[in-house]
């Protein structure tokens, strides 16, 4: 039966998730697990091209007729994943005007969540795994929508979650008073759960703390805790992935075994060269070709 895996933020947008699940689709994919990927994003906009980048930040091309933000750019080169696997709460609207009939009462909770299913789950069975990026951070208001998807989900599907969340350092000590509120207010049934922690002044976080925030979430099916430090480039993130990450993917399919991905080796430049970006400019919007 096909397993759903949900990755999601915690406080703060920008935190990795991502970079994070391209890796993991990578992964899966090396180890011979057909992958379908999906990210949502809580926006009401249909076309992320139409969308100010002094808001959303810039947005790359993708195809000949498509833009899409630094996530979908990051997807399209490194998984070969386009815009059809970038779904906005404005997308379901839309496709709900319409495929519905116009007399009947459209809500959220049923509505929303069967369009969702019925365009973007209608060839489940052809996948292993499907694989659900939350954009920006889950639970906020504007994003309650995704909690009755994951719910359906869970529901129906045998349901993972890795929750990435930044970790902050106050007077040399970090806290985990904000990590154990975010997840301990993100639905609780899922199957297993790895907490993914980030410092953003590009440290590992002590085991001690790890330990900490494992035993005091414990009950809510967190298999382990583990921390990415906050490198420079992130296309060399996966150079530094914890082994108990791999574990994590290796327990949801029972292997015996899992695949690594190979180290991207960093080299000095040897010289320096001038490079050119081509530019397209719409409405203060800045496009990068």
């Not at 397993?3 to 994070?20: A, D, N």
């Not at 795994?129 to 504007?142: L, S």
Request: proline share 1%; aromatic share 14%; charged share 20%.
């Amino acid at each position: 039966m096909t397993k759903i895996l949900f990755l999601c933020g915690g406080s703060l947008s920008g935190i990795g998730k991502g970079t994070i699940s391209a890796i993991i689709y990578n992964i899966l994919q090396k180890n011979n697990i057909k992958c379908k990927y999906i990210k949502i994003d809580p926006y009401l906009n249909i076309n992320i091209e139409h969308m100010d980048s002094k808001e959303h930040g810039l947005y790359y091309k993708i195809n000949n007729n498509y833009y899409g933000d630094v996530d979908l750019y990051y997807l399209s080169r490194h998984c070969n994943i386009d815009e059809t696997n970038s779904v906005s709460l404005g997308k379901i609207i839309q496709l709900m005007h319409q495929h519905s009939d116009s007399t009947k009462t459209l809500q959220v909770i049923n509505n929303i969540v069967d369009t969702f299913i019925k365009f973007y789950f209608c060839n489940i069975d052809d996948y292993d795994i499907v694989i659900i990026e939350h954009g920006g951070t889950y639970r906020c208001d504007e994003e309650n929508f995704t909690t009755y998807i994951i719910e359906y989900l869970v529901k129906h599907y045998e349901t993972y979650n890795i929750f990435i969340s930044p970790i902050m350092s106050v007077g040399g000590e970090h806290k985990t008073k904000n990590i154990q509120y975010s997840v301990l207010n993100i639905y609780e049934n899922f199957k297993s759960r790895l907490i993914i922690l980030r410092d953003l002044n590009n440290y590992y976080v002590e085991k001690y703390i790890l330990k900490k925030i494992y035993n005091r979430l414990q009950t809510r099916n967190v298999e382990n805790v583990v921390s990415l430090p906050w490198v420079k480039d992130v296309f060399f993130l996966q150079n530094y992935l914890h082994d108990d990450i791999y574990s994590f993917l290796k327990n949801i399919f029972n292997l015996k075994s899992i695949n690594k991905l190979d180290n991207l080796v960093i080299k000095s430049p040897s010289h320096e060269i001038n490079i050119y970006i081509l530019t397209q400019h719409k409405s203060n919007v800045f496009n990068y070709d």
